[in-house]
């Protein structure tokens, strides 16, 4: 098992940066595909990036592609989202997950262990 614990949420203006940052403890980090996903209250989860193992491939959702950047340092256990140049309707609850399969996983049921998520509010 792998623990998933997310941080780095917060308050930030539109145009501005934002890194949320997600540590790993348990079963070693480096043998998931981990991943990132967001949700509004009242609405499904929805997948935003993905990464592999070793980090050397990433996948985004056409809406984040070229806004955010997902990437992992496995020595530090760690997973991140760069948000870049956010907007408000970026505005969400962001849970990093972990996946045990062996190929691009961007559904909810491909992941087998979730964080508790981190709240992201983007001002205009």
């Known amino acids: 098992q792998v623990q998933l614990v997310e941080s780095g949420g917060g308050l930030v203006q539109a145009g501005g940066s934002l890194r949320l940052s997600c540590a790993a403890s348990?079963?070693?980090?480096?043998?998931?595909?981990v991943g990132w996903f967001r949700q509004a209250p009242g609405k499904e989860r929805e997948f935003v990036a993905h990464i592999t193992k070793s980090g050397g491939t990433t996948y985004y959702t056409d809406s984040e592609k070229g806004r955010f950047t997902i990437s992992r340092d496995n020595a530090k256990n760690t997973m991140y989202l760069q948000m870049s140049s956010p907007k408000p309707e970026d505005t969400d609850v962001y849970y990093c997950a972990a996946s045990t399969q062996y190929t691009v996983v961007v559904f909810i049921d491909g992941y087998d262990y979730w964080g508790q998520g981190t709240q992201v509010t983007v001002s205009s």
């Open positions: 348990g079963r070693t980090f480096s043998s998931y595909r």
